[in-house]
């Protein structure tokens, strides 16, 4: 049992977590894909490059933001999910922007701020985090990130801004049902880069059972999906939402049972 297996599906919550490769590459089990298009909401160009992309594609929307509200609308009118994208506190203390979350927030204030943040991005069913680096590792802040997930019915996906996050392990706690990133899709724009991270990722959902992939709505990216999706098809991954994917994995739970 490789290592990237058991850790990949430990982020799976509610589910219990399949232990053998062979039960993920059975025939009731295509591999699949995730794609979250990350910081939607301040340039609408870019935006609806997203929106319009084919298929299943998941869009995180940044709160309170100029065209955050509509996006979410025409995202959702063009069956893609939608999440909330929280800004949430990093290391090198970059500026979050309205509905950022930060440790020194106690946890009326920080609630307070992340229900409100849900309020202006309509449609979402999770939430993932925008930067974090710092937040993302202390348990308190995570929790209580946790909580609301839990009061209204959400998924979370750890972006794994730092290898130290202690996200998955409070949703785990929580049971909240989490999946957690794999690949940063675009950190370089270049073709060549693209083209490595998106066959990374392939890979990994070959091998793996799935991937998840996070990208951002610049305009080298999108026109890389449009050109690339259907490579998806062709080699028998299935793109999905993340919630999709969730709900798929759920029959495979029995299995825990016989292990």
């Known amino acids: 049992m490789s290592r990237h297996f058991l850790k990949h599906f430990i982020c799976l919550l509610l589910l219990p977590l399949i232990t053998s490769t062979s039960l993920v590459k059975a025939n009731e089990f295509q591999p699949s894909m995730v794609i979250i298009i990350d910081d939607l909401g301040y340039n609408l160009a870019n935006g609806l490059g997203a929106v319009n992309l084919p298929g299943p594609i998941t869009l995180a929307v940044m709160p309170h933001t100029p065209h955050g509200a509509l996006l979410a609308r025409l995202g959702n009118e063009a069956d893609k999910q939608i999440m909330l994208h929280v800004p949430m506190q990093s290391h090198a203390?970059?500026?979050l922007?309205?509905?950022?979350?930060?440790s020194d927030m106690d946890e009326q204030e920080f609630?307070?701020?992340?229900?409100a943040n849900f309020v202006s991005v309509p449609y979402a069913a999770g939430l993932n985090n925008h930067m974090g680096s710092a937040l993302t590792e202390q348990n308190l802040p995570m929790q209580w990130t946790m909580d609301i997930a839990n009061e209204?019915?959400?998924?979370?996906?750890?972006s794994r801004t730092s290898a130290q996050s202690v996200?998955?392990?409070?949703?785990?706690a929580q049971a909240v049902p989490a999946l957690t990133r794999d690949v940063f899709l675009?950190?370089?724009t270049s073709t060549e880069a693209l083209e490595k991270q998106f066959q990374q990722a392939m890979d990994i959902a070959n091998k793996h059972g799935f991937a998840v992939l996070i990208g951002h709505p610049y305009p080298a990216t999108?026109?890389?999906?449009?050109?690339?999706?259907g490579r998806l098809d062709e080699a028998g991954i299935k793109l999905t939402s993340a919630s999709a994917l969730i709900n798929h994995l759920q029959p495979l739970q029995s299995h825990l049972n016989t292990l």
């Open 186 to 188: 675009d950190n370089d």
């Open 167 to 172: 996200a998955l392990q409070q949703a785990m």
């Open 111 to 115: 609630k307070k701020v992340l229900r």
């Open 222 to 229: 999108t026109a890389f999906l449009n050109k690339s999706l």
């Open 152 to 158: 209204l019915n959400l998924f979370f996906v750890d």
């Open 97 to 102: 922007g309205p509905g950022g979350l930060t």
């Open 93 to 95: 203390g970059l500026r």
